[in-house]
């Protein structure tokens, strides 16, 4: 399966991006997703992920109430919604497709990784 994570860009503080994740190849419609970026100069770190079903969502501290995960399993995709941008949320965001169907905060449960997608919010 490949991932490939779109929707990054620049915007000011305050303002929204919404990043989209297709899936190719076959289906992870039955494994849980998630979401990592890595900042400038830092280690990459978790912000969102989702059960198979779409339930269970759990977020970083950092972005929680400001970021909304979901997907879609019949279109083999997945979305966050992420709004009220600070400064500190620039980085590449990645997307992710975890072994388990459960999904998870930990790097190492996930077995395929997108690209990556830019995003840079401005002051």
């Known amino acids: 399966v490949q991932l490939q994570a779109s929707g990054g860009g620049l915007v000011q503080t305050g303002g929204s991006l919404r990043l989209s994740c297709a899936a190719s190849?076959?289906?992870?419609?039955?494994?849980?997703m998630g979401w990592f970026r890595r900042a400038p100069g830092k280690e990459r770190e978790f912000v969102a992920t989702?059960?198979?079903?779409?339930?269970?969502?759990l977020y970083a501290e950092s972005v929680e109430g400001r970021f909304t995960i979901s997907r879609d399993r019949a279109k083999n995709t997945m979305s966050l919604q992420m709004n009220s941008l600070k400064t500190e949320d620039t980085a590449v965001y990645y997307c992710?497709?975890?072994?388990?169907?459960?999904?998870?905060?930990?790097?190492?449960?996930?077995?395929?990784w997108g690209q990556g997608t830019q995003v840079t919010v401005s002051s």
């Open positions: 992710a497709a975890s072994r388990y169907a459960t999904g998870s905060s930990r790097a190492e449960h996930y077995t395929t």
């Open positions: 190849g076959r289906t992870v419609s039955n494994n849980g």
């Open positions: 989702v059960g198979w079903n779409g339930g269970n969502a």
